[in-house]
């Protein structure tokens, strides 16, 4: 359990852990600006894509996802990542995902202009808007029930119920999730978003195939046909959006799970990260595709959320110290970082110690271990988390984030989802979902 009171005992804490954090009092340089790409980004704090799970049946913002988007807007960060957006009716991980396409296009347009609106009413300046693209292929679920679409079968996860052949995507059908992924990153661009990220992480679709040793053909075996499907999307958007909008992509580093079932892991089959692969593609998307930043995670939100998104519960019994899991993180973003100079990366999973989130975050980027700090579970716990940070006050125990993991939780029960702790909005919801 966390249990640090002060910054020198979170410190020390961690040092006896043998997972020593960069953690720094002074918390200036996540004011200062930087660069992705052409574009100037006004800080160095952003917000991770965090689903809500609460958009209109259509796929448009409904009136809960543009709260949650106008009050992170209102809350200073320099990058808002939005959410996990569906690119096809079939890759939408529940009934209320976002989905963008013609049909739905003016309510993103809408939401982006109004984000754009209330940040310079209420900071000056507006944000850069990245819109996250996906498929969600294994965990696909358009109708609310499971419809998987997986890159290859998996015995570590399909030990109790194996899935039928029939669930395994064709080549043609992922042909086909590029040219979504593609058309819907234009989309993005004409919604007015400064960029788009096609998802290469958590094991959706994208990320699944980066690590289908298994899977016969030209999307399976060899680094070249595992890396095909995010290259062509790209190279497919890149086609179709103007010279200046940003394509990127928020890509596992590491998933976790022994060869031949995980990208970023040592083929010994231990769990021992081995970043070799990872560090080759992020090079071919900076000097091959030009994409001038990444973000980078680890781990499955499903499988071993412990790794992706480090807590003191989790839905089994924890099988490490969670600042353990803070450090694997950022190892790995430093040492992809340190390999791929020229690239911009975003680092993920801060939110953890609490109340020191912010001074993790300012030791990170002075340590070069990432150009911009990204936020997940406290951008839900306080929206305003990016201007009490560069306040320079830092953050307020009251409204940081507790890791409880009550956000995921509701999710999976398959309702809209916010902090349940820190927003009345969804404590009630809580309550009631718990109670029924
Ligand atoms: C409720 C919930 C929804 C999430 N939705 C997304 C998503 O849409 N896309 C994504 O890439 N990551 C998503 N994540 C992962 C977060 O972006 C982030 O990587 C993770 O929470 C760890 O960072 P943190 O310590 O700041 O929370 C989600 C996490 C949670 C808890």
Redesign the pocket.
Known sequence: MFTAKTLSELRLQAEALGAPLPLSEDLSCLAERWSAGSRRVKNRLVV?????CDSENDGSPSAYTRRRYLRLAAGGAGLIWL??CAVCPEGRANPRQLWIREETLDAFRRLADDMRETAVRETGEAPLLIL?L?HSGRYSKPEGVPAPRIACRNPLFERDAPLPESCVVSDEEIVRAEDDSARAAALAARAGFDGADI?A??RYLGSELLSAFTRPGRYGGSFENRTRFLRSALAKARQLVPGDFLLTS?LNAYDGFPYPYGFGVAQDKTLAPDLSEPIRLLRILRDELRLPLV?I?IGN?YVNPHV???ADWQPYPLPEQPLRGVKRVLDCVGALKAAVPGLAFVG?????PRVF?GNLAAGAVKAGIMDAA???????ANPNFARDLLSGKGLDSRHA?V?CGK??QI?RLGSR?GCVVRDPEYTALYKELMQK
Do not use: D, V
């Open positions: 991770q894509p965090m689903e809500g959410e996990a996250q996906t998802k992480s958590h928020r973000n995670t939100p992706n998104r480090p993920s999973a801060l939110s953890y989130a990204g936020f997940g579970r406290l951008s839900f984030c890791a956000c995921s999710m989802t």
